[in-house]
């Protein structure tokens, strides 16, 4: 009887994607190399040096206090992620990872605690939706972002999408990025107001001249800033350059930089310490003039191959639509601090907000289903905040979206405030970490979404950024309000404690904060509110608590507030450490239950 | 001894052994699940009914009770991504039975592919199944005290991540339960099985021992899981982690790190 039975054990539930990833980032022969390599180096036939390089080059960072596991960054070139992708990191965190994944400040989302032994597994799979963590780590290019408005912006003068994406295939595995003196960054942008452009080694605004009557496509580059243990803004390389010149730019700045960059001090050989050194305007002839040499001597034209074919844009068919058109609680709070209206007429850009970039394997199902329900272009942006961007849904669907967002634990609100502070993975992973400051950025949101400030209009275009070390993860150096973590000491006693800077900035104005003074782990969130307070009582009508501190830190206010040391004057009461007898819990860092000290290993990423 | 051993019965097959009546299929499913709808001909063994007495004598009354004598190919299945099934079809091996397998996927899946399915239960009649215990397949604390300074024993823990992390039998590696299934099976292929196992260097040179939580579901899906990847020199330590924290044997914790604030749960 068995002819008559139909073999059906192979059918599997299909869905069908409207939009396909473009570009393929993988190569799967790299996860059997990587797999054969881990036993090289087991049994001893690796050096220790050597197998770190060629791991950091593969993606696969170190973890805290341990060489078992490893963090797996997998890159999303111009913070794209398809759905098939989504479901791809949801399996891969339940099995090889801890339930969970987390998006970073630079769109990668990484994977952590994964044992080394796996890692090979990881890029197997990932490689079957076309992924890479190929060269997220180590001294190459690192993942090319662009903003998550790039092509929705109605600031931008074109998307430069596509750019962020040609620069990014043409670099990975390139010859010429593969032993840089450091690690080497791209970041392209819509407008002045959406990118970090001068806070990284080569940053893009897209700009438009008109040139003998015709319109020409280019970018105003700025080169040589970026955040670390010294952070410097970068420099405007010139008013224009025509989007031809584009990659020869890049490639003659790279090459200065392979040529001239310290080797030998680790803590200093980013580019921006070279731009420093040299100082800019000779730093800036020698691009001009390597450029000129780059584009005299490659043999064969060497182009970017950018793809301007614009993606196809389809509303989503609803299966079917319960009608009922209630609307829950919270959307409009939502709908205020989580979304931005597109310059296509009727469509949104909904930012979704994770607890310091922590997604469950749940969610990033969750994600994958609702791109495919809601987003008119079948794909979803990582933003620069440790968030996903759903981009192109329709005016017309967001209480639905809102609906099932809350369904999946997705739908925090205040996303685009000050109430969702960037943290860096800190004491949860890092080597270098001193203070949970992943954790910190937890309890602020949470405190502060109970408080409502996410509805505080003066609020919104402030940020908080908390770092675990001095290094700048988090980015702190440009938040308005920003933080590292460092540890303090009462008698014998230690207590975590925080690094707090204000004023900083990362839009046209781009500035560094200016140091203010300590504040011990678990004074941060009274701190702040009383450094709110102290606004609301001396801001004029239409501050913001941005524009009200950048009046502080550059000496031009005149209330009774007048300077950083006004302000360190009202809160240092707040920061005194109180003995450990009258108050254990503050000795302890958040997540802890055992009495605080610093602990750090040998770092991977930065000094 | 790396040979393959057949741990799963794939739905094709299993639905024409039960038309051919060569089968008896378990359901290891709550009773009130089980009475709304199984698949066809097949019994109900919860997993709670098994687990409030597992000595050998129980088990060969319940054995008997099923219907299942010693060459009855049995085949279990569950709702719970085959760990339940995996309990149960062990402590059928440790009795001595040689011809169990798991369905290849769960309940679920099989109602959502539409197959058949039916709420009437089959008229058993008693059988008489022998007692030969296997008691090399069985880790019991005491064992695992005897064997922890001997380097080819390797000892696994099937939980998730983090909370083998937070603690775990000295010397344990983790392999998370999940990491075993694929996406339209309770068991990944063997070829994927035996590359990962490879990459972890466990192989059949050593003794492998598994662990999970409580009563030894988790553990006795990477049990089959081993198996299949032709790694069959292996034991359940069925008492598992709760057993070991009761007796206040000594744990090992990865230190120094918040790793439970990296989770989003």
Same mark, same amino acid.
């Given at each position: 009887?068995?002819?008559?039975?139909?073999?059906?054990?192979?059918?599997?539930?299909?869905?069908?994607?409207?939009?396909?990833?473009?570009?393929?980032?993988?190569?799967?022969?790299?996860?059997?190399?990587?797999?054969?390599?881990?036993?090289?180096?087991?049994?001893?036939?690796?050096?220790?040096?050597?197998?770190?390089?060629?791991?950091?080059?593969?993606g696969?960072y170190?973890?805290?206090?341990?060489?078992?596991?490893?963090?797996?960054?997998?890159?999303?070139?111009?913070?794209?992620?398809?759905?098939?992708?989504?479901?791809?990191?949801?399996?891969?965190?339940?099995?090889?990872?801890?339930?969970?994944?987390?998006?970073?400040?630079?769109?990668?989302?990484?994977?952590?605690?994964?044992?080394?032994?796996?890692?090979?597994?990881?890029?197997?799979?990932?490689?079957?939706?076309g992924?890479?963590?190929?060269?997220?780590?180590?001294?190459?290019?690192?993942?090319?972002?662009?903003?998550?408005?790039?092509?929705?912006?109605?600031?931008?003068?074109?998307?430069?999408?596509?750019?962020?994406?040609?620069?990014?295939?043409?670099?990975?595995?390139?010859?010429?990025a593969?032993?840089?003196?450091?690690?080497?960054?791209?970041?392209?942008?819509?407008?002045?107001?959406?990118?970090?452009?001068?806070?990284?080694?080569?940053?893009?605004?897209?700009?438009?001249?008109?040139?003998?009557?015709?319109?020409?496509?280019?970018?105003?580059?700025?080169?040589?800033?970026?955040?670390?243990?010294?952070?410097?803004?970068?420099?405007?390389l010139?008013?224009?350059?025509?989007?031809?010149?584009?990659?020869?730019?890049?490639?003659?700045?790279?090459?200065?930089?392979?040529?001239?960059?310290?080797?030998?001090?680790?803590?200093?050989?980013?580019m921006?310490?070279?731009?420093?050194?040299?100082?800019?305007?000779?730093?800036?002839?020698l691009?001009?003039?390597?450029?000129?040499?780059?584009?005299?001597?490659?043999?064969?034209?060497?182009?970017?191959?950018?793809?301007?074919?614009?993606?196809?844009?389809?509303?989503?068919?609803?299966?079917?639509?319960?009608?009922?058109?209630?609307?829950?609680?919270?959307?409009?709070?939502?709908?205020?601090?989580?979304?931005?209206?597109?310059?296509?007429?009727?469509?949104r850009?909904?930012?979704?907000?994770?607890?310091?970039?922590?997604?469950?394997?749940?969610?990033?199902?969750?994600?994958?289903?609702?791109?495919?329900?809601?987003?008119?272009?079948g794909?979803?942006?990582?933003?620069?905040?440790?968030?996903?961007?759903?981009?192109?849904?329709?005016?017309?669907?967001?209480?639905?979206?809102?609906?099932?967002?809350?369904?999946?634990?997705?739908?925090?609100?205040?996303?685009?405030?000050?109430?969702?502070?960037?943290?860096?993975?800190?004491?949860?992973?890092?080597?270098?970490?001193?203070?949970?400051?992943?954790?910190?950025?937890?309890?602020?949101?949470?405190?502060?979404?109970?408080?409502?400030?996410?509805?505080?209009? %003066?609020?919104? #275009? +402030?940020? &908080? /950024?908390?770092? =675990?070390?001095?290094?700048?993860?988090?980015?702190h150096?440009? *938040?308005?309000?920003?933080?590292?973590?460092?540890?303090?000491?009462?008698?014998?006693?230690?207590?975590?404690?925080?690094?707090?800077?204000?004023?900083?900035?990362?839009?046209?104005?781009?500035?560094?904060?200016?140091?203010?003074?300590?504040?011990?782990?678990?004074?941060?969130?009274?701190?702040?509110?009383?450094?709110?307070?102290l606004?609301?009582?001396n801001?004029?009508?239409?501050d913001?608590?941005?524009?009200?501190?950048?009046?502080?830190?550059? %000496?031009?206010? #005149? +209330?009774? &507030? /007048?300077?950083? =040391?006004?302000?360190?004057?009202?809160?240092?009461?707040?920061? *005194?450490?109180?003995?450990?007898?009258?108050?254990?819990?503050?000795?302890?860092?958040?997540?802890?239950?055992?009495?605080?000290?610093?602990?750090?290993?040998?770092?991977?990423?930065?000094? | 001894?790396?040979?393959?051993?057949?741990?799963?019965?794939?739905?094709?097959?299993?639905?024409?052994?039960?038309?051919?009546?060569?089968?008896?299929?378990?359901?290891?499913?709550?009773?009130?699940?089980?009475?709304?709808d199984?698949?066809?001909?097949?019994?109900?063994?919860?997993?709670?009914?098994?687990?409030?007495?597992?000595?050998?004598?129980?088990?060969?009354?319940?054995?008997?009770?099923?219907g299942?004598?010693?060459?009855?190919?049995?085949?279990?299945?569950?709702?719970?991504?085959?760990?339940?099934?995996?309990?149960?079809?062990?402590?059928?091996?440790?009795?001595?039975?040689?011809?169990?397998?798991?369905?290849?996927?769960?309940?679920?899946?099989?109602?959502?592919?539409?197959?058949?399915?039916?709420?009437?239960?089959?008229?058993?009649?008693?059988?008489?199944?022998?007692?030969?215990?296997?008691?090399?397949?069985?880790?019991?604390?005491?064992?695992?005290?005897?064997?922890?300074?001997?380097?080819?024993?390797?000892?696994?823990?099937?939980?998730?991540?983090?909370?083998?992390?937070e603690?775990?039998?000295?010397?344990?590696?983790?392999?998370?339960?999940?990491?075993?299934?694929?996406s339209?099976?309770?068991?990944?292929?063997?070829?994927?099985?035996?590359?990962?196992?490879?990459?972890?260097?466990?192989?059949?040179?050593?003794?492998?021992?598994?662990?999970?939580?409580?009563?030894?579901?988790?553990?006795?899906?990477?049990?089959?899981?081993?198996?299949?990847?032709?790694?069959?020199?292996?034991?359940?330590?069925?008492?598992?982690?709760?057993?070991?924290?009761?007796?206040?044997?000594?744990?090992?914790?990865?230190?120094?790190?918040?790793?439970?604030?990296?989770?989003?749960?």
């Amino acid at each position: 009887m068995n002819f008559i039975i139909l073999s059906i054990s192979k059918l599997t539930p299909s869905s069908v994607d409207s939009a396909k990833p473009k570009i393929n980032w993988a190569r799967i022969d790299e996860a059997d190399n990587f797999a054969n390599t881990v036993k090289l180096y087991r049994q001893g036939k690796y050096d220790e040096d050597s197998f770190r390089r060629f791991r950091l080059q593969h993606g696969a960072y170190g973890t805290r206090m341990t060489s078992d596991y490893a963090m797996v960054r997998v890159k999303l070139p111009a913070g794209e992620i398809y759905p098939k992708q989504f479901e791809t990191l949801s399996r891969l965190s339940e099995q090889y990872s801890i339930g969970s994944a987390h998006f970073s400040t630079r769109e990668n989302i990484q994977l952590h605690w994964v044992i080394l032994e796996d890692v090979s597994e990881i890029f197997r799979s990932l490689a079957e939706v076309g992924l890479t963590s190929r060269e997220a780590c180590g001294n190459s290019v690192r993942n090319v972002m662009c903003s998550p408005l790039s092509g929705v912006c109605s600031d931008e003068k074109f998307d430069s999408t596509p750019y962020a994406l040609a620069t990014a295939k043409f670099f990975l595995r390139n010859p010429m990025a593969q032993s840089l003196p450091r690690k080497f960054k791209f970041n392209f942008t819509c407008c002045e107001k959406h990118g970090m452009v001068r806070m990284v080694d080569v940053g893009l605004i897209p700009e438009i001249q008109q040139i003998n009557g015709s319109k020409q496509k280019g970018f105003k580059i700025f080169l040589g800033g970026g955040l670390g243990n010294r952070s410097f803004v970068g420099h405007q390389l010139e008013d224009f350059t025509p989007e031809e010149d584009l990659l020869y730019t890049s490639i003659a700045v790279m090459r200065i930089f392979d040529r001239l960059g310290d080797r030998k001090n680790l803590a200093r050989n980013r580019m921006r310490y070279l731009v420093n050194d040299m100082g800019w305007e000779k730093f800036q002839n020698l691009v001009l003039k390597e450029r000129a040499i780059v584009r005299a001597t490659q043999s064969v034209v060497t182009k970017l191959k950018v793809d301007t074919t614009p993606d196809k844009i389809t509303r989503p068919l609803k299966i079917s639509d319960e009608g009922g058109s209630s609307v829950p609680d919270g959307y409009a709070r939502w709908l205020k601090s989580n979304t931005i209206k597109q310059k296509q007429s009727d469509y949104r850009s909904v930012f979704i907000t994770l607890e310091a970039g922590d997604i469950t394997s749940n969610q990033l199902n969750s994600m994958a289903a609702l791109i495919r329900e809601f987003s008119s272009e079948g794909k979803a942006r990582s933003g620069f905040v440790q968030n996903v961007a759903l981009r192109y849904v329709h005016e017309d669907d967001l209480v639905k979206l809102y609906s099932r967002l809350l369904e999946t634990g997705l739908a925090k609100s205040g996303g685009l405030t000050m109430t969702a502070p960037v943290g860096c993975s800190g004491t949860t992973s890092c080597n270098l970490a001193l203070t949970n400051s992943h954790r910190l950025a937890k309890e602020i949101q949470r405190k502060f979404l109970e408080l409502k400030l996410d509805e505080d209009d %003066d609020l919104a #275009d +402030s940020s &908080i /950024k908390i770092s =675990g070390c001095p290094n700048s993860c988090a980015q702190h150096g440009i *938040a308005t309000i920003g933080f590292f973590g460092g540890g303090g000491r009462l008698g014998k006693d230690m207590y975590p404690n925080y690094q707090m800077s204000l004023g900083g900035r990362f839009d046209a104005d781009t500035t560094l904060g200016q140091t203010c003074l300590r504040v011990p782990a678990k004074r941060v969130i009274p701190v702040i509110l009383k450094i709110i307070e102290l606004f609301k009582a001396n801001k004029q009508s239409d501050d913001t608590l941005k524009s009200w501190i950048h009046r502080i830190v550059n %000496d031009s206010e #005149d +209330s009774d &507030i /007048k300077s950083i =040391g006004d302000i360190k004057k009202v809160l240092e009461p707040l920061v *005194a450490p109180p003995t450990k007898e009258d108050d254990p819990d503050f000795y302890l860092d958040y997540g802890s239950d055992t009495s605080y000290h610093t602990k750090t290993g040998k770092g991977e990423c930065a000094a | 001894m790396t040979e393959s051993v057949k741990v799963t019965t794939d739905i094709d097959s299993l639905r024409s052994e039960i038309r051919d009546n060569s089968v008896r299929v378990i359901d290891v499913r709550r009773e009130g699940d089980y009475k709304q709808d199984h698949i066809p001909n097949s019994v109900n063994l919860p997993l709670a009914t098994l687990l409030s007495d597992d000595s050998p004598e129980r088990v060969l009354k319940l054995v008997n009770s099923l219907g299942i004598d010693d060459e009855t190919p049995v085949v279990v299945y569950d709702d719970t991504f085959g760990a339940l099934a995996s309990r149960v079809a062990w402590t059928l091996e440790w009795i001595g039975h040689s011809d169990v397998t798991l369905l290849e996927t769960t309940y679920g899946n099989w109602k959502s592919l539409g197959l058949e399915t039916d709420s009437l239960t089959p008229e058993i009649s008693n059988k008489e199944h022998s007692m030969n215990l296997q008691s090399n397949i069985l880790a019991t604390s005491e064992y695992l005290e005897s064997v922890k300074s001997r380097d080819d024993v390797i000892l696994i823990d099937n939980r998730e991540r983090l909370n083998y992390l937070e603690q775990h039998i000295p010397g344990a590696v983790s392999l998370p339960y999940r990491t075993l299934a694929s996406s339209d099976g309770i068991l990944r292929s063997k070829e994927d099985m035996k590359r990962l196992f490879d990459n972890r260097d466990i192989s059949g040179d050593s003794e492998i021992i598994t662990y999970c939580g409580s009563v030894g579901t988790l553990s006795g899906l990477a049990y089959y899981a081993l198996k299949s990847a032709g790694l069959s020199n292996t034991k359940l330590y069925v008492r598992s982690f709760k057993e070991w924290k009761n007796l206040e044997k000594p744990t090992d914790k990865q230190q120094d790190a918040n790793y439970w604030d990296l989770s989003a749960e």
